[in-house]
C-alpha cells in the first residue's frame, strides 16, 4: 500500500508533479531571483526594473525544468536519492545553457561558452539550493513523525465513533435481540476497521462500506428520523483513501444535524469523479441551536490535518451552511 509519506520512493527526492511541490519550487525560484536582483543593483529603487529583467530569462527554465521533471518523475524515483539529485541538477544545467544559446542564436543575448557555462553554473547552483531545501522539509516531516502525528489524530476520533455505536446496539439487546446480534457483528466489522494501520491507504470501497455499516448502526437508534441518501457516480474501484476521512463527518451530521430535531432529516453523501480529482459531498440539515459549527470544528482540522500530511496542496476541504444545510465539500486526487 501507499504509505503516507507523499513521496512513495522511500527517499527525499520531491514529487515533481505535487501541486504543493511545484508551487514551492515557483516560489523558491523566484525568491532567489529577487535576492540576485538585489545583489546586483547599486539603488534599491532599480531592485524591481532589474527583477524583471532576470524573470525574463528565469521563468521560461523553470517552467521547462518544471514539465521535464514531471515526465521522469518515476523514473527519477526508481534511482538512488544522491544519483537522482545528482540527475536533476545536471538536467537543470543543460536546459540552463541550451536555452541560453538559444537566445544568443536569436541575438537577445551575448558573449561566447563562457556565458553559456555561468548560465548553466547560476542554474545548477538554483536547483541545488531548492533540492537542500526539500530534503532539509523530508527531515522534519520524516515518516516516523508524520506517521505518529497520523496515529495521534486517528485516536482523537475513535472514542466517539465507538460510543455511539455501542449506545445504538445497547438500545436493542432487550427489544429486539436478533437485531441487536446483526447489529454486534456489524459493530465487530467495523472495530477490525478501527485496528487496522492507519498510516496507508484504504481501497475506496471500503472507506465507504465502513461508513454504510456505521450509518446502518445510528439508523437502529434514530429509527425513522434518519434518512440517507448516496450518489455515487463513476468511482474507479482500484482508487484508494486515506481511512476514517468520512466517517467522522457523518458522525457529526448525525449528531448535531439528526439527534436534536424531533423531526426527520436526511444526511446526503455524494461521490463524483471530474477528471484526475474526486469529488465527496455531504450535506446535512442544521439543528436550531447551530451547534453543529464548534462541534464540526474539531473534526474537520482534523480532516485537514490529515490531508495535508497525505497530499500537501492537493487536496481541499470546505465546509458552509446554505438555505439551512450544512454542505461539507472535498476534493482528493484519484491514485491507485
Known sequence: MA?????PAGHRLPDFRNLGVMLR????VNLLALAAALVQVTHLAAWPERYI????WVEPLLLCSLLLLAVLRDLLWRLPYRLAAATVIALVALQAALLHDFWRFMGFAEGGWAAVARAALLAAGCAGAMLA???LRAGALSPALAEARLQALTARIRPHFLFNSLNAVLSLIRAEPRRAEHALEELADLFRALMRDHRDLVPLADEIALCRQYLDLEKLRLGDRLHVEWAIDDLPGEMRVPPLMLQPLLENAVYHGIEPSAAPGTVRIRFARRGDELTVELSNPVCPEGAHVAGNRMALANIRERLALYYDLEARLEAREENGTYIVHMVLPCRN
Open 3 to 7: 504509505s503516507i509519506k507523499q513521496n
Open 133 to 135: 531545501y526539500f530534503h
Open 53 to 56: 529583467d532576470l524573470a525574463v
Open 25 to 28: 519550487l515557483l516560489l523558491g
